[in-house]
């Protein structure tokens, strides 16, 4: 259950990347997790939850868009303490394979690696239906200090 739980955690988020590029600099509102050193800009009417729910560092969640929206937009920042990997795409890799193990029909539209802040990335695009909703998820892993980023 506990699987499934942080698997499901990590497609509750949506296109971070393009959701808050999409958003442009209007609007938008810097948070830095003091515990982390992390800062995200994000659009200033979501709210940020760093209560560490369900082992996030902390999340972003967008409000919703009416009374009849089933879906929010969410950024989610998990860190993995003790990773086995030194290689970005084992790492992306094996969490999909993990993933896939929880949701059976999705799907690893694109992969590629990047720099994120000159550091090295790997980005995975996912299809995936989730409670009957198609959504497209975009995951960034990052592996720094022998911790695992995503």
Known sequence: MKLLKNVTLLFIFVVFAITIISCGKKGMTIYT?????????????????????????????????????????????????????????????STFITMKLALPDIELSKKKEKKIDSVNAVIGNYNVTIDGIKCKVKQAFIIKNNKGYK
């Open 33 to 93: 997790d003091n515990k982390t050193g992390i800062s995200v800009n994000y659009p200033s009417d979501w709210v940020v939850d760093s209560t560490g729910k369900l082992g996030t560092a902390f999340s972003i969640l967008s409000p919703k868009e009416n009374a009849d929206d089933k879906f929010q937009e969410k950024l989610v920042v998990q860190i993995d303490d003790s990773i086995k990997f030194t290689d970005l795409n084992a790492y992306a890799d």
